[in-house]
C-alpha cells in the first residue's frame, strides 16, 4: 500500500519525522496568529436576519410630543422610501408591545413626551436580497443623519440572536460625589466610544438638566374673588393630565369602567417655551361664586425649576449607564481600541488604575473624586461564555489525559493523544478563514464554534486510540516491528477514519451557512479533516518512541 510505505518512510527518518513536528508547529503557531491579527475574529453568536426591528427615539428632557412626532414622522418618511419595508407601527410618549430585545431594555418604562418607539417589518427573508442586519446598517446612516432633530438620540434595536442584554456596550460608570460630576465624566467616555468607526448609537442614560414649570396657585387672590380652590385645581388638572371622574356599571364587565375625561388635543403646547403655557393659561375659565367669568391665569403663577434628574442604581450603587451598539464587528474590538484611548487621553487628568478583567478606576488628580468602569451587556456575556467554554474545553482535555493513563499506563501515550486532539484546532481556524473568504459577511468564531471544538476532542480521541491499539496488537501477534506496525495500522484505519471524517463533513455541511449553528458545522467539518491529517502523520511520528513501553 502506498499510504503504509509513505507513512514507513517517515518513521524510519528521523529528518521527516522532525519535518512533521515542525510543520505541525507553524500550522499551530500561524493558526493562534490570527487572533492577534483580527483574521479570525470571535463574536458570543453572529448577527440575527429577522423580519422585523425596531428604533427607539429619545428628544432631550423637556422636548414637547409636538417635536418628538416630528422627529417620528421623519424617520418614517425615510423608512418608507425602502422597498424591503413593508409596514411600520409608531408609538409616541409609550414603550412599543415587548418583544424579546424589549425586555431588558426598559422600553414598558417610557412615558414621557419626549420618548417613541417604532416597530419595523421587513420583507420575508426569502424575498429579499439583504439581510435584515446589513439593511439595519444601511438605513441607519441616512434616518440618523437626516432626522436626528432636536438633538434627538436614534438607536436602531435588532433582535438578538441569544439571550437579551441592555446594549452590545454597556459602560456602567460608579463614584464621583455627585450626580453632576458622575454624568460629566459619563459624557467623556461617550466621546471616546463615539470615536470608535464600528461603534454605533451612543447614548448616555442619563437626564440633562432642563427648565421646567411649575404652577403655583394664589390662595389669597382666589378667596377675594370667591373662587373654589379645588375647583381650580380639577380645571387644571382636565386641562392638562385629565381625571377620572365616574364609573359605569356593566353586567357582563368584571370590574367598573371608569370614565376618564379630558380637553382634546389642545391641552397639547406646540413647543416647550412659556409664552405658549401662558397662552393656554389664559383659555381657561372658571365662574366664581357670584357667577362671573374669572380667567384661570390671574390665579396661577408659572414658577421656573430645573428639573431633579432620574438616579438609577445597581445593586445599591450609584450608577450611570453608557451604552453602545456595533455595526458588523464584534463588541471586543471596537471595546478594546476604546479602552486603550481611554487610558491614553484621560492619563493626564486621572490616575488610573486596572481592576478585573477590562474593567477600569479613575482618580481625579484634582479633586481625589474615585470612578469606576464597569463593562457590561453583550460584552460581558461574550466573554463569559468563552471563558466557561474554554474552561470546558480545558477540563476534557484533563478528563481524557487521566482516562488514557488508565488505559495505557503511559504518560507519554496519553499526552499524545490529548496534544492530537488539541491540533485540530488548526483546521477549525482554518475552516473559518475560508468561510470569511467566501461569505460576504465577517464568519466569526462564534460560541458555537468552540461547542464544535470540544465535540472533535472525542473523535481525534478515538482514531488515535484505534491506531495505538491495532498497532499494539500488529507486534505482539504477527511480530512487526513498531514502525511497521504503526505503518500497517495507520493505512489500515485510513479507510473508516476518513469515511467518519466524511459522513461528518456531510452532515454538518446542512448546517454550516445556519446563522446561529454555522460556527458548530464549519468547526466540525474543518477539525474532522484534519483531524484525518493528524491521524495519519502526525499521531504515528508522536506514538513511536512510546510503544514499545506498553508492549
Known amino acids: 500500500m502506498r499510504l503504509e510505505k509513505f507513512i514507513y518512510n517517515i518513521l524510519q527518518s528521523p529528518f521527516k519525522s522532525f519535518l512533521v513536528y515542525l510543520i505541525t508547529l507553524i500550522l499551530f503557531i500561524l493558526s493562534i496568529a490570527t ?15 429577522s423580519d422585523t426591528f425596531s428604533i427607539y427615539i429619545d428628544l432631550k428632557d423637556g422636548s414637547s410630543i409636538n417635536q418628538t412626532k416630528e422627529v417620528v414622522q421623519c424617520i418614517t418618511k425615510n423608512l418608507q422610501k425602502d422597498e424591503n419595508i413593508t409596514n411600520i407601527s409608531a408609538f409616541l410618549g409609550e414603550g412599543q408591545p415587548l418583544d424579546f430585545a424589549a425586555l431588558v431594555k426598559q422600553s414598558a418604562l417610557k412615558d414621557k413626551e419626549s420618548q417613541a418607539e417604532i416597530m419595523v417589518n421587513i420583507k420575508k427573508l426569502e424575498d429579499r436580497e ?13 434616518v440618523q443623519k437626516n432626522c436626528s432633530l432636536y438633538e434627538a438620540n436614534i438607536k436602531f434595536i435588532e433582535l438578538p440572536a441569544g439571550p437579551p442584554v441592555l446594549a452590545s456596550i454597556v459602560s456602567e460608570i460608579y463614584g464621583g460625589n455627585s450626580f453632576e460630576s458622575r454624568r460629566n465624566f459619563a459624557i467623556k467616555i461617550a466621546q471616546i466610544l463615539k470615536n470608535q468607526a464600528t461603534l454605533v448609537d451612543i447614548d448616555i442614560l442619563a437626564d440633562k438638566d432642563f427648565m421646567m414649570y411649575e404652577l403655583e396657585l394664589d390662595n389669597s387672590k382666589a378667596i377675594i374673588s370667591n373662587v ?21 356599571n356593566k353586567a357582563n364587565a ?5 370614565i376618564f375625561l ?5 391641552r397639547l403646547l406646540n413647543t416647550s417655551k412659556v409664552d405658549d403655557l401662558k397662552a393656554k393659561l389664559q383659555t381657561l375659565k372658571i365662574i366664581n361664586a357670584q357667577g362671573n367669568t374669572v380667567g384661570i391665569s390671574e390665579f396661577v403663577k408659572i414658577k421656573e425649576v430645573i428639573k431633579e434628574p432620574t438616579i438609577t442604581s445597581k445593586n445599591l450603587n450609584l450608577m450611570i449607564n453608557v451604552i453602545a451598539e456595533t455595526s458588523k464587528d464584534s463588541q471586543i474590538y471596537p471595546l478594546l481600541d476604546a479602552r486603550n484611548e481611554m487610558i491614553d487621553s484621560l492619563s493626564s487628568d486621572y490616575d488610573l488604575i486596572k481592576t478585573n478583567m477590562l474593567n477600569l478606576s479613575f482618580i481625579d488628580k484634582k479633586t481625589n473624586e474615585r470612578f469606576d468602569l464597569v463593562f457590561d451587556g453583550e460584552l460581558k456575556v461574550t466573554i463569559d461564555t468563552f471563558i466557561d467554554l474554554g474552561g470546558a474545553f480545558i477540563i476534557a482535555l484533563v478528563l481524557i489525559f487521566f482516562l488514557m493513563v488508565m488505559y495505557y499506563k503511559s504518560f507519554a501515550i496519553s499526552g499524545g493523544i490529548v496534544l492530537s486532539s488539541f491540533i485540530s484546532i488548526i483546521g477549525v481556524i482554518f475552516a473559518h478563514i475560508i468561510m470569511d473568504l467566501i461569505t460576504v459577511d465577517i464568519f466569526y468564531l462564534t460560541a458555537t464554534s468552540l461547542i464544535g471544538f470540544i465535540g472533535l476532542i472525542g473523535i481525534n480521541s478515538r482514531n488515535s486510540t484505534l ?5 499494539k496488537q500488529l507486534v505482539i501477534e504477527k511480530g512487526l516491528s513498531i514502525n ?18 466524511l459522513t461528518m463533513v456531510f452532515a454538518s455541511a446542512l448546517i454550516a451557512n445556519d446563522a446561529v449553528f454555522g460556527g458548530l458545522g464549519v468547526a466540525l467539518i474543518g477539525g474532522t479533516l484534519i483531524s484525518y491529517v493528524v491521524s495519519m502523520f502526525f499521531v504515528p511520528v508522536i506514538i513511536k518512541n512510546q510503544l514499545k513501553k506498553i508492549l
Open 35 to 49: 487572533f492577534p491579527t483580527q483574521i479570525t475574529k470571535a463574536k458570543m453568536l453572529p448577527s440575527k436576519d
Open 130 to 142: 439583504i439581510t435584515s442586519y446589513n439593511l439595519v446598517s444601511q438605513l441607519r446612516a441616512d
Open 228 to 248: 373654589d380652590l379645588e375647583q381650580i385645581k380639577n380645571i387644571l388638572y382636565l386641562a392638562f393630565e385629565g381625571m377620572k371622574v365616574s364609573v359605569i
Open 254 to 258: 368584571q370590574n367598573q369602567i371608569p
Open 262 to 266: 379630558r380637553l382634546d388635543d389642545s
Open 467 to 471: 491506531i495505538i491499539d491495532f498497532s
Open 484 to 501: 511497521e506496525a504503526i505503518a500497517k495500522a495507520t493505512a489500515t484505519r485510513s479507510k473508516p477514519i476518513i469515511l467518519t471524517v
